[in-house]
């Protein structure tokens, strides 16, 4: 069984003066990761109980350069990141980022030591067109290194019609993507891609998360409002360390 984690996607949200939401969320049986934004990385690595780790939300794939704005996984190393979210939505969305470029990321983070959570996800139309699988495969497929293991590597389906809305996919939803992900990474890396870990992400809250952690092939979960406050987050780390 790989080890769980619960991980928070901060996004565009929070201050030095909310980093005290972090106290007390680390725990000691299952991974706690709580990716702020990139301004926070720092301070609240060094402040981080045990327990506790923290990520980053984006980088750039270069190693260093002429890229104005940009972070390289060095410096998210250097700030105290320990993994770094990759082809959020979000950033498929607003930057327009492409399989490739979330693949050349992934190479980037994991070329650095650092854990890379891939995520992918399928629009409402997409789903309601009966595409779900066939358009998660060639996420997949073509967003996750060759050298992709259970150390270096995370994947997080979020439907992105999920995401902040208040919709959760079902339990029967959730199970049928996360088996369809599990045969494809055994198919393409054999028995060491049972320990890939899995996450589901998509308006996860206290309230839902038991039965989503119940579903087969469930290793954790990327949630974000969620994740703002301890009072919101807590019941999500326990429902997972129970699961
Ligand atoms: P919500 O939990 O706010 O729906 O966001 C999910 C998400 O996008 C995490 O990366």
Redesign the pocket.
Known sequence: MPRKLAAG?W?MNGSVAQLSELSGLGHADIDVLICPPATLIAVAANAAETGLMIGAQDCHAAASGAHTGDISTAMLAEAGATHV?VG???RRADHAETDDQVRAKAEAITAQGLIAII?IGETLAQREAGETLSILDAQLSASTPDNATAANTVI?Y?PVW????GLTANTDQIGEVHSHLRAHLTERFGADAADIRLLY?????AANATEIFAVPDVDGA??????LTAKDFRPIVDALAAS
């Open positions: 996607n996004k979210i959020h939505s979000e995520c997080a979020e999920a995401i902040g809305t992400g998509g308006s996860v809250k990327l949630v974000g409002g969620a994740s």
